[in-house]
């Protein structure tokens, strides 16, 4: 599952279009198969509540890589997994978060995600491929 948070719609959307899926047949981009988005200006705190709202992800299944240490913070308390990314994305960051979140032992595991997840996908096939 992608989830997209930005504060910046304005730059955010176009940089997410500009990552295609590798050997997708159809071209499709991150932003294309992102099953949530929340850009807007506005805490870290009220996206991911959003985020759990919409998807009934539990916080404990998501991960979140961020350059400011205090939204690292602020969004842990949740029980979100956080990385700090103090030099931005790296392949050193990405591998440490996939390392944190795979010692869960339920992560991505709920069925209610699952369901949730496939009427998504439902959804952006018929956005993107109708």
Not at 39 to 68: A, V
Not at 86 to 102: C, D, I, K, N, V
Request: proline share 6%.
């Amino acid at each position: 599952m992608c989830l997209f948070i930005a504060e910046y719609p304005e730059w955010a959307i176009p940089c997410l279009q500009q990552f295609p899926i590798p050997g997708h047949p159809r071209g499709l981009t991150l932003f294309d198969v992102s099953l949530h988005n929340e850009i807007y200006p506005g805490s870290k705190l009220t996206h991911f509540k959003q985020i759990h709202e919409r998807s009934g992800i539990d916080y404990e299944d998501m991960l979140f890589f961020d350059n400011e240490r205090w939204n690292c913070t602020e969004v842990s308390k949740l029980g979100v997994k956080c990385v700090h990314t103090p030099r931005g994305m790296t392949a050193a960051a990405w591998q440490e978060g996939l390392s944190l979140f795979s010692q869960t032992p339920t992560a991505g595991s709920s069925s209610k995600v699952q369901q949730k997840h496939k009427q998504k996908q439902q959804h952006k096939a018929a956005r993107v491929y109708g």
